[in-house]
């Protein structure tokens, strides 16, 4: 049986090489230090598990979630979150919607919008599932670079009018990944305004908006004047709160684009399982308590691994946001020779950055969450061993 057009037209999982050199070296009994994924390692808060052994016993909690937007204590949570931390007000449900994670909405709101033929802006390199949901509706993603010399921000008025015209949905992804950059409210407002000119939605992906290292905090793009007509912004708890198996976020911003997704969702999830909901609105209610402890684990971590590298030569610079470093490989290899080369030669796994657009060739990715018992311990480790490589940059 063959499969379906659209599933043929997806591309062949690109870790599969690294992933099975990853599992030659664990058979063989080496000692893997991994920056490659991307998954907090660190426990979800203890508030946050009391809450959801609190709400399982809600009976409630053990029928369908027919709200259609989530419960009304999650998206009031929501609200109150949103206007705290940026000072922007929301109504809810109209627009907020809430999402099992952030995945499946951003899956969900390019089935609700791109038919065969549209176009869907795409940052290059970036998180495949916004290019790879463009060709599985049966449009076409135009990558827009981002490059250093530009701050990772991509060059709104290089994309053609011709192609600005056809596209329905254009991406962001602030503090992004993989590249680590932070956006200030003068580039959403770029956006903003080229949304408006060239009738589409801004997609703003701010599922690292709480990983930051600056005094200025990254903004939501809906603090730009207008936003609340063009925009939808994605956020998650699965950063913030180390809840990424919790499977639980939102979406919010302009009530079309809301509509459109909660529509899409209708037919074909049942929502997060409400306990989730409620202990979700405990966790954000605890965010300014909290999440300062999570942001001061991954800044020692980040200034480790970043003083680490400087001090082998390596050019790498400080990330201000997210959890990942963006590191340029050395003369001669590419993401992926470089990858396989700290893999066989040191033992350190990173990602390609090929893996995320042809832009991200040239770099490769390390993550921040360290599955290991002293994470600091193990970056040094980690340098140490790459310390022993022979590179020219």
């Known amino acids: 049986m063959e499969r379906a057009y659209r599933l043929r037209t997806i591309p062949p999982y690109p870790f599969r090489e690294t992933a099975a050199l990853k599992a030659q070296k664990i058979a063989q009994g080496e000692k893997l230090i991994d920056f490659g994924i991307g998954d907090p390692d660190q426990p979800t808060p203890d508030f946050v598990i009391e809450a959801m052994a609190k709400a399982i016993r809600d009976r409630r ?3 369908y979630d027919e709200t259609g937007h989530g419960y009304s204590e999650f998206l009031e949570a929501i609200a109150r979150h949103m206007q705290r931390r940026f000072g922007v007000e ?44 463009a060709t599985f509706c049966g449009g076409a993603a135009y990558p827009m670079p981002l490059r250093e010399t530009n701050g990772f921000l991509p060059d709104l008025g290089a994309i053609p009018p011709s192609i600005a015209k056809r596209a329905k949905l254009l991406w962001l992804n602030y503090p992004n990944n993989p590249t680590g950059a932070v956006a200030d409210v003068g580039f959403l407002e770029q956006a903003v305004a080229f949304a408006r000119e ?10 690292y908006c709480e990983v930051y290292y600056g005094d200025e905090k990254p903004p939501s793009i809906l603090q ?6 063009v ?8 950063k913030t709160f180390n809840m990424t198996g919790w499977r639980v976020g939102w979406a919010v911003g302009a009530e079309e684009p809301i509509d459109g997704l909660s529509k899409v969702k209708a037919n074909v999830d049942s929502g997060t399982f409400g306990a989730v909901q409620l202990a979700a609105a405990v966790a954000l209610d605890h965010y300014e308590e909290w999440a300062p402890t999570l942001r ?14 400087q001090g082998l030569g390596w050019p790498v610079t400080a990330p201000p946001g997210a959890f990942y470093l963006w590191v340029r490989v050395p003369q001669g290899e590419t993401s992926a020779s470089f990858a396989k080369t700290l893999l066989e ?35 040094a480790e980690a340098v140490a061993r790459m310390g022993e490589l022979q590179v020219t940059y």
């Open 198 to 207: 060239y009738d589409l939605f801004v997609c703003q992906d701010a599922s």
């Open 90 to 133: 929301v109504d809810p449900p109209k627009q907020i919607q809430s999402t099992i994670g952030c995945k499946e909405a951003l899956v969900h709101i390019e089935w609700a919008y791109i038919d065969p033929g549209d176009i869907v802006l795409v940052p290059d390199p970036a998180y495949s599932v916004y290019k790879v949901q």
């Open 345 to 379: 030669d040191c033992g350190v796994l990173a990602v390609p950055g090929a893996v995320y657009g042809d832009h991200g060739e040239g770099y490769v990715r390390m993550s921040l969450t360290i599955m290991a018992d002293d994470p600091l311990a193990a970056i």
């Open 61 to 63: 909690t053990h029928q």
């Open 296 to 309: 001061e684990v991954y800044r020692q971590r980040r200034d480790a691994l970043v003083e680490g590298l």
């Open 224 to 229: 730009v004047p207008g936003a609340e007509e």
């Open 231 to 238: 925009a939808i912004e994605f956020h998650s708890l699965s």
